[in-house]
């Protein structure tokens, strides 16, 4: 049975897309080979993008999919570079806001669509929006758990304890089971004194949860998504892709030591 991750800040411009495309590969590359089903409910479509799929020509998106209009599995397009499954969207998706408020259980029909397909994968991760929309509660009211890509800027913490609130929110009301992955410091720089302010304050307050791989500022993984391609793909030597190697490492030992995530309040 699948593991579902959600992977959510509100703050855009942290990483989260590249963690979504490359933690998938990574995962898929590993020698378990896990069945891996990327999911991307962004209307921007970048995850698609990363997977060197053209969001213009799908036949069907995770808009369609949202709304019943097509069967989840007949959206699903394989990722050759990647190896993955991915469920692309693109600005059609924006309508599925306002649709969703209005339909019946409409925060729990990415779950429900999720239920039957469940089984065929190992990891479903979801590529979130930069926002807490109906979209983002429709992810975390599907996961199991939510791993949050955080930049170690001046912000950050202030955006962690609204992402935070929502998680809970969605956890009391909607969807039980649901707990952090873990935080993970993206874009970092350790010459900066800043980024090493924060990087300690997260470690200081939400202790493991936080994860111990550190993804760096790295010109290869900026470069990747233009080619279509996972840096594992594009440049396996680089630095951008060795830390993404030891994200899959460190999220397939959590898995199978399930107490070292957290459910953080």
């Known amino acids: 049975m699948a593991k579902i991750i959600a992977i959510a800040n509100q703050k855009g411009g942290v990483g ?13 590359a590993t ?13 921007q479509g970048n995850a698609c993008i990363g997977c060197g799929i053209d969001k213009h020509q799908a036949k069907a998106t995770s808009y369609e999919v949202l709304l019943r209009q097509v069967p989840l ?12 499954q991915v469920l692309p969207a693109n600005g059609d998706l924006t309508g599925a806001e306002v649709a969703l408020l209005d339909a019946e259980q409409g925060q729990q029909r990415l779950q429900h669509l999720l239920a039957g397909v469940q089984a065929e994968f190992d990891y479903i991760l979801i590529d979130c929006p930069p926002s807490l929309s109906m979209l983002t509660v429709n992810a975390l009211t599907a996961a ?18 609204a992402l935070l609130d929502t998680v809970e929110k969605v956890r009391r009301t909607l969807n039980p089971r649901l707990h952090i992955e873990g935080l993970l410091r ?32 790295n010109v290869r993984l900026a470069e990747a998504p233009s080619h279509g391609q996972p840096v594992i793909v594009y440049d396996k030597s ?3 892709a060795e830390t993404y190697q030891e994200l899959a490492q460190e999220l397939l030992r959590r898995r199978r030591q399930p107490a070292a995530s957290s459910a953080v309040a």
């Open 16 to 28: 989260k897309t590249t963690t979504a495309v490359n933690l998938a590969a990574c995962l898929a």
């Open 31 to 43: 020698k378990l080979k896990p069945r891996v089903l990327l999911i991307d409910l962004d209307p």
């Open 73 to 84: 599995r007949d959206a699903l397009q394989y990722s050759e570079t990647a190896a993955i």
């Open 144 to 161: 199991e758990s939510v791993l949050i890509p955080i930049q170690c800027e001046y912000y950050a913490l202030e955006g962690l304890s």
């Open 186 to 217: 993206t874009m970092f720089d350790p010459r900066n004194r800043l980024a090493n302010e924060v990087s300690a304050q997260l470690l200081q307050h939400f202790g493991n949860s936080v994860f111990a791989t550190i993804i760096p500022r």
């Open 238 to 240: 680089s630095r951008g």
